[in-house]
Nanobody
Framework: VQLQASGGGSVQAGGSLRLSCSAS????????MGWYRQAPGRERELVATINRRGTTDYIGSVKGRFAISRNNDNNTVFLQMNSLKPEDTAVYYCNAEHIATPDRMYPELWGKGTQVTVSS
């Protein structure tokens, strides 16, 4: 089972980007999916999460600008980022918790990061 993220890039302030992350492999269910980010010189921080029922949570700095969603049928999570600011510049990582497969339960998985750069 792997997580594969895509959709990063470079935009000007005020622009938009959409990140996607798909879990590959034979998966029964994933309890929680989310996005983290890490800016240079800073610790990794949680950006947004969404559970199987669609309940979402965001850090304050992105509320009203970012929207997380997921497709449980194909185990994909999205992050729509609008009104981007230079301080949103970071490497974004997707995360999944409690991944149930035919062989085992994975407590947590991380995808490789995707760079988001916002210029002023």
């Amino acid at each position: 089972v792997q997580l594969q993220a895509s959709g990063g890039g470079s935009v000007q302030a005020g622009g938009s980007l959409r990140l996607s992350c798909s879990a590959s492999g034979s998966i029964f269910s994933i309890r929680l999916m989310g996005w983290y980010r890490q800016a240079p010189g800073r610790e990794r921080e949680l950006v947004a999460t969404i559970n199987r029922r669609g309940t979402t949570d965001y850090i304050g700095s992105v509320k009203g600008r970012f929207a997380i969603s997921r497709n449980n049928d194909n185990n994909t999570v999205f992050l729509q980022m609008n009104s981007l600011k230079p301080e949103d510049t970071a490497v974004y990582y997707c995360n999944a918790e409690h991944i149930a497969t035919p062989d085992r339960m994975y407590p947590e998985l991380w995808g490789k990061g995707t760079q988001v750069t916002v210029s002023s």
